[in-house]
């Protein structure tokens, strides 16, 4: 699959601008993220800043995959019963679905879409640690560019003690 070839390169962002292209074709939906700004943060356009989270990401399919789509729901924004987030969530579902991923893939990415800048609770990190690691592997890219504040960092490393915890109690075979 194109999508995850590209997204799967060590160098994600030369691999995505090197094939935009087909990225686009596979993924017509990104073309309105691309020079979107938002009211406001004009500093950088939503396509940049997802570019700026896929090259501090960590080189996992569905992390990477969650940074290229997080944004979508801002672009397609047009039903405000719903936020951004979830707007984004079914947009991915339906993308993938067409891109012909297995359903435990889709609904995984759609989840982390789904609560991406949500708070990570200490119910997840328990019950899902997989879950709960890659949301904070995906919140550690977005922040790690135009988001770093103490707040952040603060929130971050709080998330980072309890997940390294969590880790440190299981029990590898």
Same mark, same amino acid.
């Not at 160098?11 to 979107?36: H, R």
């Not at 709960?132 to 003690?161: F, P, W």
């Given at each position: 699959?194109? *999508?995850?070839?590209?997204?799967?390169?060590?160098?994600?962002?030369?691999?995505?601008?090197?094939?935009?292209?087909?990225? $686009? !074709? !596979?993924?017509?939906?990104?073309? =309105?993220?691309?020079? %979107?700004?938002?009211?406001?943060?004009?500093?950088?356009? /939503?396509?940049?800043?997802?570019?700026?989270?896929?090259?501090?990401?960590?080189? &996992? $399919?569905?992390?990477?995959?969650?940074?290229?789509?997080?944004? *979508?729901?801002?672009? *397609?924004?047009?039903?405000? &019963? @719903?936020?951004?987030? !979830?707007?984004?969530?079914?947009? #991915? #579902?339906?993308? $993938?679905?067409? +891109?012909? =991923?297995?359903?435990?893939?889709?609904?995984?990415?759609?989840?982390?879409?789904?609560? +991406?800048?949500?708070?990570?609770?200490?119910? $997840?990190?328990?019950?899902?640690?997989? *879950?709960?690691? @890659?949301? %904070?592997?995906?919140?550690?890219? +977005?922040?790690?560019?135009?988001?770093?504040?103490? #707040?952040?960092?603060?929130?971050?490393?709080?998330?980072?003690?309890?997940?390294? @915890?969590? !880790?440190? +109690? /299981?029990? =590898? =075979?």
């Amino acid at each position: 699959m194109i *999508l995850e070839k590209i997204l799967m390169d060590d160098n994600v962002v030369v691999a995505i601008n090197q094939n935009i292209d087909m990225l $686009l !074709e !596979e993924v017509p939906e990104l073309k =309105y993220v691309i020079n %979107y700004k938002r009211r406001g943060r004009e500093n950088l356009d /939503l396509w940049n800043l997802t570019l700026l989270s896929l090259y501090n990401s960590f080189n &996992d $399919l569905s992390v990477r995959m969650t940074l290229l789509f997080k944004n *979508l729901g801002i672009v *397609l924004m047009n039903n405000m &019963d @719903k936020n951004s987030n !979830e707007i984004a969530s079914d947009a #991915t #579902t339906d993308i $993938l679905k067409r +891109c012909g =991923y297995n359903d435990e893939f889709i609904n995984e990415v759609s989840f982390l879409v789904r609560n +991406c800048n949500s708070e990570i609770e200490d119910s $997840l990190i328990e019950e899902n640690f997989s *879950l709960a690691e @890659k949301l %904070y592997k995906i919140q550690r890219a +977005c922040a790690m560019g135009v988001l770093s504040n103490d #707040t952040n960092k603060n929130y971050l490393s709080g998330v980072k003690h309890k997940i390294k @915890k969590k !880790e440190n +109690c /299981l029990v =590898y =075979y």
